[in-house]
């Protein structure tokens, strides 16, 4: 999972503007994930293939071009058949907070050049241990599982803890990298920080 370190300022961020290098037409995708955790888009990479065939994200065809942005913080899913197949982002740093509804399945990630703690994504309207992060490997399989609690008083603070509220999560996101978010409640917001300049 992966989310844009540098966004464009003011608008939400094309996700063209995700150049692949060293990767071969079509070998590395992207899949765009709705509130159930359901695929709801897959599109693959092609390289500048000349003029009426720019460098982008297009479905398995390589014809209709994904058209898809994403707003401060949002993530996708990337996967490549090959090794060595990097990604890069642009556009500006984010300075300011930005906050997303994450009610049922929601990718937020680190949206700024500098490592983030997670206890930095703060989470507002939800009732302690009802909403959780989940932390993916390579393969897709959850690596960790943790829970938002309010701040219970000296001792307590808020944050991202293990089912009994106990052992602090304590993941750093490294810029562009993204966890999931799943909310049992509506109207639940996570607040993505930004960089203080």
Same mark, same amino acid.
């Given at each position: 999972?992966?989310?844009?370190?540098?966004?464009?300022?003011?608008?939400?961020?094309?996700?063209?503007?995700? +150049?692949?290098?060293?990767?071969?037409?079509?070998? +590395?995708?992207?899949?765009?994930?709705?509130?159930? $955790?359901?695929?709801?888009?897959?599109?693959?990479?092609?390289? !500048?293939?000349?003029?009426?065939?720019?460098?982008?994200?297009?479905?398995? =065809? @390589?014809?209709?071009? =994904? $058209? &898809?942005?994403?707003?401060?913080?949002? %993530?996708?899913?990337? *996967?490549?058949?090959?090794?060595?197949?990097? &990604?890069?982002?642009? @556009?500006?740093?984010?300075?300011?907070?930005?906050?997303?509804?994450?009610?049922?399945?929601?990718?937020?990630?680190?949206?700024?050049?500098? #490592?983030?703690?997670?206890?930095?994504?703060?989470?507002?309207?939800?009732?302690?241990?009802?909403?959780? &992060?989940? #932390?993916?490997? =390579? !393969? @897709?399989?959850? +690596?960790?599982? *943790? *829970?938002?609690?309010?701040?219970?008083?000296?001792?307590?603070?808020?944050?991202?803890?293990?089912?009994?509220?106990?052992? %602090?999560?304590? &993941?750093?996101?490294?810029?562009?990298? %993204?966890?999931?978010? *799943?909310?049992?409640?509506?109207?639940?917001?996570? +607040?993505?920080?930004?960089? %203080?300049?």
């Amino acid at each position: 999972m992966a989310t844009p370190a540098f966004s464009d300022m003011g608008k939400d961020y094309p996700i063209d503007n995700f +150049t692949v290098q060293g990767a071969t037409d079509s070998k +590395t995708s992207i899949q765009v994930l709705d509130a159930d $955790g359901q695929t709801t888009g897959m599109y693959y990479w092609y390289n !500048d293939g000349g003029p009426g065939y720019p460098a982008g994200w297009f479905d398995a =065809a @390589g014809l209709v071009s =994904a $058209g &898809i942005s994403l707003k401060a913080g949002e %993530s996708v899913f990337f *996967y490549t058949e090959e090794a060595g197949v990097t &990604i890069q982002s642009a @556009g500006q740093v984010i300075t300011t907070d930005t906050t997303n509804p994450v009610s049922g399945f929601k990718m937020l990630g680190n949206c700024t050049p500098v #490592v983030l703690n997670i206890d930095d994504f703060t989470v507002q309207g939800a009732t302690d241990s009802k909403t959780s &992060i989940q #932390v993916l490997d =390579a !393969d @897709g399989q959850t +690596t960790g599982m *943790y *829970y938002w609690y309010n701040d219970g008083g000296p001792g307590y603070p808020a944050g991202w803890f293990d089912a009994a509220g106990l052992v %602090s999560a304590g &993941i750093a996101l490294e810029p562009g990298e %993204s966890v999931f978010f *799943y909310s049992e409640e509506p109207g639940v917001t996570a +607040t993505v920080p930004g960089v %203080s300049l």
